[in-house]
């Protein structure tokens, strides 16, 4: 049994109590921040979202060009775009990154947050459209061969998805989807040990050239 430690990355230095004046993209603090991690050996960066919040997979992609071995926990929203594309976005980032890209699935936050990207469904709906897309999702990284699959939310005819992920295999992918509850917020990751939050260390990132 092992431990992960995941710590937490943004676009600018800022916290809960404390926001920060400048752009909401600050290249070369997200550099370092995302250094920080790597350099203090953290297993995985948490990149959050919200509907005011930078595109998470760009974020990852920015940063993994900027580290060698850290992982990246992208939060991702079922609902807005379709799950087989989310499915060849994810695979394809991970194959640009080595491998490190892992997905955080959050069914959703307050309807009035949900709203503000356009998602006007009540949260039981949520959930159900969840278990669907992540159903989908398992699908696009394991099936060898085109599927169609019809639900409540959606249907899709002779899906395939050529891009998979580079180093770990489609069943250890389809295992760890199947460890997603519906109304929860669990990682879909290769890591079979248990996930610890660690402390942040955004003071950190100071001290990195």
């Given at each position: 049994?092992?431990i992960?430690?995941?710590?937490?990355?943004?676009?600018?230095e800022?916290s809960?109590?404390?926001?920060?004046?400048?752009?909401?993209?600050?290249?070369?603090?997200?550099?370092?921040?995302?250094r920080?991690?790597?350099?203090?050996?953290?297993?995985?960066?948490?990149?959050?979202?919200?509907s005011?919040?930078?595109?998470?997979?760009?974020?990852?992609?920015?940063?993994?060009?900027?580290?060698?071995?850290?992982?990246?926990?992208?939060?991702?929203r079922?609902?807005?775009?379709?799950?087989?594309?989310?499915?060849?976005?994810?695979?394809?980032?991970?194959q640009?990154?080595?491998?490190?890209?892992?997905?955080?699935?959050?069914?959703?936050?307050?309807?009035?947050?949900?709203?503000?990207?356009?998602?006007?469904?009540?949260?039981?709906?949520?959930?159900?459209?969840?278990?669907?897309?992540?159903?989908?999702?398992?699908?696009?990284?394991?099936?060898?061969?085109?599927?169609?699959?019809?639900?409540?939310?959606?249907?899709?005819?002779?899906?395939?998805?050529?891009?998979?992920?580079?180093?770990?295999s489609?069943r250890?992918?389809a295992?760890?989807?199947?460890?997603?509850?519906?109304?929860?917020?669990?990682?879909?990751?290769?890591s079979?040990?248990?996930?610890?939050?660690?402390?942040?260390?955004?003071?950190?990132?100071?001290?990195?050239?």
């Open positions: 049994m092992s992960e430690f995941i710590g937490l990355i943004d676009t600018r800022q809960e109590i404390k926001r920060s004046p400048g752009p909401v993209i600050d290249r070369e603090y997200t550099r370092r921040i995302t920080a991690h790597e350099d203090a050996g953290f297993d995985k960066v948490l990149i959050g979202t919200a005011i919040f930078p595109e998470g997979t760009q974020v990852a992609a920015y940063a993994a060009q900027h580290s060698e071995r850290l992982g990246f926990l992208v939060s991702h079922p609902g807005f775009v379709a799950p087989t594309l989310a499915a060849r976005a994810f695979a394809t980032l991970d640009f990154a080595g491998g490190r890209i892992a997905i955080h699935i959050i069914t959703g936050g307050s309807d009035a947050e949900m709203a503000r990207d356009g998602d006007h469904s009540i949260k039981d709906e949520r959930y159900a459209r969840t278990d669907e897309y992540l159903d989908i999702l398992k699908l696009a990284w394991t099936s060898d061969e085109p599927f169609d699959y019809h639900g409540t939310y959606y249907e899709v005819t002779d899906a395939f998805s050529a891009v998979r992920s580079p180093l770990v489609p250890r992918l295992t760890a989807c199947d460890g997603v509850l519906s109304g929860s917020m669990f990682e879909i990751s290769r079979t040990g248990w996930v610890r939050k660690a402390k942040r260390i955004a003071a950190a990132a100071a001290s990195v050239a």
